[in-house]
């Protein structure tokens, strides 16, 4: 910490899409919160940017002195040696999603911050995308009755393969490993941990190389929860519909917070997360139509809440607990869908029992 003992001062390792989009502008926006050290070779991107921060190998973020949280948001294969470095030398870290390429890793990242009791989160940032809050509040209403059945969607529209990492084999590509943890999270934060998991993945752009349309199913007791990804989705229908006993829900249009972070939007501004595309709710009954507007969408609370649960020394809102069985989800998903059969989660007897207690 700095000498005030309230302001925690950020290391942040990459600098591209995730680190210049997301991580850096969220960091910024929240108070006692400082990026003091940004580890990138991008010198003129960082200079420009964030002129305040000192700019350093990427190697250097984990044990540099002036850090007091890691932020890694680096290539898939570098989340875990990065994070374990960092935790070892006595830091609180976030990951990026992916938080690893495997379940092996994500539990040897939870077991090595328990040692060095220090907070380890991962950044699941679409908790507070407004479509998410929204179906939240829908959910929480009781409106629907009781819910059987909840699709989402992440689809977009890229037809031609590109040259870059995440579209090349090796660990952590794909489309699934890219967009999937993101949908695992958000079912898991709504609906808990499921019984079992089926899953469908192809290829189907010409050249590509890896899976470009994903459709995963996770089974509860008395729901059903569709997670679908595409990249050859122009258009398309809703992003989320709940469906239940007296009625459905749907919401379509994307959360506009990246656009406008791409964009350079600062998320203090009063028009960030702004969500003009309202939630339709259908009466089961009478069939009449209703809007029920958005909420406003907030992702720099995810940093609000690290912030707090670091001074606070409390367990962030996103805990290694999730990062661990949203690694197990995704692990199975991809043995489903391998296989073509049904999968239970492979989670033990002690990581069922930490989401039995809340």
């Not at 899409?17 to 108070?31: D, Q």
């Not at 993945?201 to 679908?228: E, P």
């Not at 009954?285 to 809440?305: C, F, I, K, V």
Request: glycine share 10%.
């Amino acid at each position: 910490m700095s000498g005030d003992k309230q302001t925690i001062r950020v290391g942040l390792i990459g600098y591209g899409f995730a680190g210049k989009t997301f991580h850096a502008p969220l960091i910024r926006s929240v108070p006692g919160l400082a990026l003091t050290v940004v580890g990138s070779s991008k010198l003129e991107a960082v200079r420009t940017d964030i002129p305040e921060a000192t700019i350093c190998d990427p190697s250097e973020v984990p044990t540099h002195p002036d850090v007091d949280l890691v932020v890694i948001a680096s290539p898939n294969e570098s989340h875990f040696p990065l994070a374990a470095a960092a935790l070892q030398a006595g830091k609180d870290v976030v990951v990026d999603k992916p938080f690893t390429v495997t379940l092996e890793e994500a539990r040897s990242l939870a077991k090595i911050a328990k040692q060095h009791n220090r907070l380890l989160s991962v950044f699941h940032n679409r908790r507070w995308d407004s479509e998410i809050l929204a179906t939240k509040a829908v959910l929480e209403s009781g409106v629907l009755g009781e819910v059987s059945h909840y699709e989402c969607h992440m689809d977009r529209f890229r037809p031609v393969v590109r040259q870059r990492w995440r579209e090349d084999p090796g660990p952590g590509a794909g489309l699934w490993f890219d967009l999937g943890p993101h949908l695992i999270d958000q079912a898991l934060h709504l609906f808990g941990l499921p019984t079992s998991v089926n899953a469908s993945f192809g290829i189907l752009r010409k050249g590509g190389q890896t899976d470009d349309w994903a459709h995963v199913q996770l089974n509860y007791d008395r729901l059903r929860v569709i997670l679908h990804s595409s990249l050859l989705v122009a258009g398309g229908g809703p992003r989320s519909v709940l469906h239940g006993t007296r009625g459905s829900w749907m919401k379509y249009g994307a959360d506009v917070q990246e656009r406008q972070l791409m964009a350079g939007m600062r998320p203090t501004d009063p028009a960030f997360g702004y969500d003009p595309d309202a939630g339709i709710l259908v009466d089961g009954a009478t069939g009449t139509r209703s809007e029920l507007p958005s909420p406003r969408g907030q992702q720099q609370m995810y940093y609000a809440g690290i912030r707090d649960a670091i001074l606070a020394q409390q367990p962030p809102s996103i805990s290694a607990r999730d990062a661990v069985a949203v690694m197990a989800i995704l692990e199975t998903s991809f043995e489903s869908g391998a296989r073509g059969q049904v999968m239970p989660l492979p989670l033990t007897t002690e990581e069922f029992s930490a989401w039995s207690q809340t």
